[in-house]
């Protein structure tokens, strides 16, 4: 099945950069997303990449994050930077085979597939 697993993630002071991993061997056609969790707070999506390369950003992330993959596809990325303390969360990679033409990051139910997380800590 399906295996996902994220790394990457630490602490690191306001306006600094991280570069989170996500291994996806097979799951080289999905659509993949990187979402976000913070306590007492709801999932909420990222940033995503099509099979065909087309991204999407959340507008609070867009212009400071950037989504990636090798070119094998079976590793995804998020570049980010600016960091600020409201991305403080844990960081989740996640997939879905069944996305087709999606122009916003398509919500938490609409994927199957999710790694275990990575935190990320961004302090004032």
């Known amino acids: 099945q399906v295996q996902l697993q994220e790394s990457g993630g630490g602490s690191v002071q306001s306006g600094g950069s991280l570069k989170l991993s996500c291994a996806a061997p097979?799951?080289?056609?999905?659509?993949r997303a990187w979402f976000r969790q913070a306590p007492g707070k709801e999932r909420e999506g990222v940033a995503a990449?099509?099979?065909?390369?087309?991204?999407i950003y959340a507008d609070s992330v867009k212009g400071r994050f950037t989504i990636s993959q090798d070119n094998a596809r079976d590793t995804l990325y998020l570049q980010m930077n600016s960091l600020k303390p409201e991305d403080t969360a844990m960081y989740y990679c996640?997939?879905?085979?069944?996305?087709?033409?999606?122009?916003?990051?398509?919500?938490?139910?609409?994927?199957?597939?999710w790694g275990g997380g990575t935190q990320v800590t961004v302090s004032s």
């Open positions: 996640a997939a879905d085979w069944l996305v087709v033409g999606a122009t916003a990051i398509p919500p938490v139910a609409d994927f199957d597939y």
């Open positions: 097979n799951i080289h056609n999905a659509f």
């Open positions: 990449i099509d099979s065909d390369g087309t991204t």
